[in-house]
């Protein structure tokens, strides 16, 4: 396993097109989670899934994002309509919680860079 | 609501030095976890060391350890003999129960010759 994979690694989008992320978990890791890190920021915690249920959204995530995860495997992260605001990169991290075994910490993907101009 | 705080923004060292990068937190919890994650530049977030509240014994990763003080919600990084490799930034993090990340907003350390 290669780790957590994210897709694209860079995109630029003008200001009111829909853009669409992808995340690849660590294959047996149940929790997946979404975050969006601006600069000179933080990390800020976006949504997480336990294998295909989205079980927390923060307030941060207006309607116009919307995550998914079928299966419990692959999540995407679509925005749409996008603003400058929305420029960012966006982290995708996963982990194995509750299976019997030692709870695994986040693994990170190296994130996808959205510019919108 | 829990919060992170990590006071310096930028912190620099000698190779082969010690330093110390500074986390507070705030929380109603009894039971957390505390994370040091390292995210070098354009590299992806890696896990540097964790502690769990309920252990008193502070956590140590060969030339990482922490200065965990419960009660003051402190939760310090040591780095000793520095090397190049550990440019990077560096973020505290605070999480209850397996759940999310709370991050601090990050120390930038530059490790020179």
């Known amino acids: 396993d290669t780790g957590v994979s994210q897709d694209p690694r860079h995109k630029i989008t003008k200001r009111g097109q829909n853009v669409t992320f992808r995340c690849d978990p660590i294959?047996?890791?149940?929790?997946l989670y979404w975050y969006r890190q601006t600069l000179g920021q933080g990390p800020e915690f976006l949504t997480y899934f336990q294998n295909e249920a989205q079980l927390e959204k923060s307030r941060l995530l207006s309607d116009r994002f919307s995550a998914e995860r079928p299966k419990g495997s692959f999540s995407t992260l679509e925005i749409q309509r996008t603003e400058q605001g929305d420029s960012a990169m966006y982290l995708c991290?996963?982990?194995?919680?509750?299976?019997?075994?030692?709870?695994?910490?986040?693994?990170f993907g190296q994130g996808t860079r959205l510019t919108v101009v | 609501a829990q919060t992170v705080t990590q006071s310096q923004p930028e912190m620099s060292v000698q190779e082969a030095e010690t330093v110390t990068l500074s986390c507070t937190y705030d929380t109603s919890e009894s039971n957390y976890y505390l994370f040091w994650y390292k995210q070098p530049p354009s590299r992806q977030m890696i896990l540097v060391i964790r502690q769990e509240a309920y252990k008193q014994q502070n956590a140590t990763e060969n030339r990482f350890s922490v200065n965990f003080q419960k009660a003051a919600k402190s939760f310090s990084l040591k780095i000793s003999d520095s090397q190049l490799g550990d440019t990077a930034m560096y973020f505290c993090a605070f999480s209850y129960n397996t759940d999310k990340l709370i991050f601090g907003t990050g120390t930038r350390l530059q490790v020179f010759p």
């Open positions: 294959s047996e890791h149940n929790r």
């Open positions: 991290a996963s982990s194995l919680v509750g299976q019997g075994a030692r709870d695994t910490e986040a693994f």
